[in-house]
């Protein structure tokens, strides 16, 4: 979607150099829908540009609908609701992308928005004096893929899983197994 947006903004300059509008904006929105039958991807960019051109939305969307037209990524624009616009892509942009996907393997979509930059990601952390529930193991999944995905985007990441092995519990616990050691010793307690 990256460079779909940045079709968008260059063609929001365009038209701002065209004096067709008078704002550039890049705080809208470009994404898959929730429903397929609204396109590939949608955006609201004509309803964000309504607010600052003090126009209609619609009117917006339809100017820019027509120059969303003319990209070569683009089958069908369409004009939804409000201002929203829908767009479907030709299918050779699904086939580049399947072929990228094939080339790059697993480095497919790795970003490098950390520059290597160092994070610690510690989770779990169960405490080994009670017992282990279902939130130790959400736990466990939620902090490995949170710190897969850091991995991914760039940042230099180490997982930590801290034994809780200090503090009044441990030394309770270390107490009374070596008391209860002694006793099975015969020692009396």
Do not use: C
Not at 11 to 34: A, G, W
Not at 57 to 69: T, W
Not at 159 to 178: H, P
Request: aromatic residues 10%; without cysteine.
């Amino acid at each position: 979607f990256k460079q779909i947006f940045l079709l968008i903004l260059s063609k929001l300059d365009e038209l701002k150099q065209k004096s067709i509008i008078n704002t550039s904006v890049e705080n809208f929105i470009l994404e898959p829908p929730s429903n397929r039958a609204y396109g590939d991807v949608y955006t609201n960019v004509a309803m964000v540009l309504a607010r600052y051109e003090r126009k209609n939305s619609i009117e917006i969307a339809e100017i820019l609908a027509e120059e969303f037209e003319l990209f070569n990524e683009i089958a069908k624009v369409e004009i939804a609701g409000p201002g929203f616009i829908n767009m479907n892509f030709k299918i050779e942009v699904w086939h580049r992308i399947l072929k990228q996907i094939n080339e790059l393997k697993t480095e497919f979509g790795t970003l490098n928005i950390g520059n290597n930059q160092a994070v610690n990601v510690e989770f779990v952390s169960a405490n080994p004096t009670g017992p282990l529930h279902i939130g130790h193991v959400r736990g466990a999944i939620f902090g490995d893929v949170l710190a897969n995905l850091l991995k991914k985007v760039g940042y230099q990441t180490t997982k930590e899983y801290y034994i809780n092995d200090a503090g009044t519990q441990i030394d309770m616990l270390i107490r009374s197994v070596y008391l209860r050691y002694k006793e099975a010793l015969g020692e009396k307690i």
